[in-house]
């Protein structure tokens, strides 16, 4: 089974398995392909974050993550959100596909050519795809910063204005792009021929990466983080990522019997904002461990979750106001016959990443150096070859030491959040994934559209669990029902006799797969 945010990905991923490959392969077709179909979310100007299981035992995470420019401009103060200087990170993604490959070849019996899984992406860059209702949105919402970002305009607004829903989207230098990663491997997006004009492209309108930097962009195999959860063990990535939030979430949460409660009751949802509060007290420190000590032992440790979960009243809200991070993303994971699992969030940190296309490649760059601080007292302090604090969040639950649960979202600091209600919806309430991602959810903190540092929640909770909600001290700032700020989710559940059922999240244009292990 797969599940991804748009329909082309989901049947790339989906033919990749009728076809006899593994997840691996599959996931691998699926992040391709969402980076031509999905380019205001992901590309291949951004990174990724991998989580991979098996039957054996197996449990790694992949770290695609690019890292600050080895020659940093002055930032006297903030650093721009947008255009040239944001974009300060190599980007990672393509290698994490070739690490995924290499890792598919090495573990999992894996033999499709990775050209062959580069295809559909190629085609649909090529021969054009329907726009969605969510590239058209965030097009037109950006319509007026857009026009001054380089190369922008002119690839994705052609007629100077944000292209209809549904109308055909194509781009030709992108898959020219692609083309030449299938002919001449992953690699050559840092070091080949592409490799020279991306550089040439990022040098040309200000940005400080150079070729060195891209060739010296690498994923890092790492074990994952993880915490015991009502019987499954939930895995997340380290540090830079916040990983180690959504399982301090679940590790308060576990001191409190959730089962007794209704499933969207206020007494459900009051819990769930306060373990996030307390949890995000921690995050402020995550960042890059090779620079700055991460004590994840402290942070997940029974003691430190029991006193966070102590301090939680059942009848009243902690005051928040808290720094906030935009960001979107997609999730994507796929599980194949042979129990094999990935899990994976790929992104360019905020809608249209940081606005530049890399000369004529059709690749839009990232802007995750954003999210460092210009502060060299702060822990996410830019530094050459650091790696930024990272929202990348996908999870994995295993129970009894085999894949059992793939789930993750799109939304920045709204991830662990989003991934909370998931897991207690499935877990802890025992709903199907379908149900459990289409009931209503929360977002504490500022939006693009909302400055207040309010809990939004979305209307479909009705009107008895608002007032209780306020009447225990939550600042409120209801949100229509099903809202793209909740996040678009995805889930996969794996029964302990091998059958898969799944979903995408019905804020979204997602679609989960199920194919037949005899197809």
């Known amino acids: ?120 992406a190629i085609r649909h860059a090529e021969e054009g795809f329907p726009v969605t ?19 922008f305009a002119a690839l994705f607004m052609p007629d100077g204005a944000a292209p209809e829903t549904g109308s055909l989207f194509r781009q030709e230098n992108l898959a020219l792009s692609l083309s030449l990663i299938a002919r001449d491997g992953p690699r050559s997006f840092y070091e080949g021929e592409l490799g020279t004009r991306i550089a040439a492209g990022l040098q040309a309108v200000g940005s400080p990466l150079t070729r060195d930097d891209l060739k010296a962009t690498r994923t890092r195999e790492v074990p994952p983080v993880s915490l015991s959860y009502r019987g499954f063990e939930l895995l997340a990535p380290p540090p830079p990522t916040q990983g180690l939030s959504t399982l301090a979430i679940m590790g308060i949460l576990a001191h409190f019997d959730l ?9 459900h949802l009051h819990l769930c904002v306060e373990a996030v509060k307390r949890a995000f007290l921690d995050r402020a420190g995550i960042a890059d461990p090779d620079i700055v000590p991460q004590p994840v032992e402290e942070w997940l440790s029974t003691q430190h979750l029991a006193q966070a979960a102590a301090s939680i009243d059942p009848a009243r809200a902690l005051e928040w106001p808290a720094p906030f991070r935009s960001g979107d993303t997609v999730f994507f994971a796929a599980t194949d016959a042979e129990g094999g699992s990935v899990s994976v969030l790929q992104s360019t940190y905020f809608d249209w990443g940081s606005g530049v296309v890399v000369g004529d490649t059709g690749i839009l760059w990232q802007n995750r150096g954003a999210a460092f601080s210009s502060d060299p007292k702060h822990v996410n302090a830019i530094a050459p070859g650091k790696r930024p604090f990272y ?18 979202t799109q939304g920045a600091d709204g991830q662990p959040q989003t991934l909370a209600m998931l897991l207690t919806r499935l877990i802890d309430f025992d ?26 929640l979305e209307s479909d909770a009705g009107e008895a669990v608002l007032a209780e909600l306020a009447a225990r001290g939550h600042a409120l700032s209801p949100i229509e029902a099903q809202s793209p700020l909740a996040g678009q989710a995805g889930v996969i559940v794996i029964d302990e006799d091998g059958m898969a059922t799944g979903a995408h999240d019905p804020r979204g244009d997602g679609l989960a797969i199920g194919i037949s292990s005899g197809a």
């Not at 709903?431 to 939004?456: I, Q, V």
């Open 259 to 267: 089962a007794s409660q209704k499933a969207g009751s206020a007494d």
């Open 431 to 456: 709903e199907e994934p379908a149900a459990a991602l289409a009931g209503p959810r929360f977002l504490l903190g500022k939006t693009f559209s909302d400055s207040r540092d309010s809990l939004k």
């Open 391 to 408: 929202t990348l969040n996908p999870g994995l639950g295993l129970r009894n030491g085999k894949p059992a649960l793939l789930y993750g």
């Open 1 to 120: 089974m797969i599940t991804s945010p748009h329909a082309l990905a989901s049947e790339a991923g989906a033919a990749i398995l009728r076809a006899g490959g593994n997840a691996l392969e599959a996931a691998i077709a699926i992040g391709s392909t969402i980076a031509v179909v999905y380019p205001h979310f992901c590309g291949l100007g951004g990174d990724s974050v991998w989580i991979v299981a098996d039957r054996s035992g197996r449990k790694t995470c992949f770290l695609g993550i690019g890292q600050a420019a080895r020659k940093l401009p002055y930032f006297g103060g903030s650093i721009p959100l947008r255009g040239p200087l944001s974009a300060l990170t190599s980007a990672c993604a393509v290698d994490a596909w070739r690490h995924a490959h290499d890792y598919s070849a090495r573990h999992w019996r894996g033999t499709i050519d990775f050209s062959v899984l580069l295809a559909d």
């Open 133 to 151: 209702r969510s590239q058209s949105f965030w097009l037109a919402f950006r319509q007026a910063e857009a026009a001054g970002w380089p190369g």
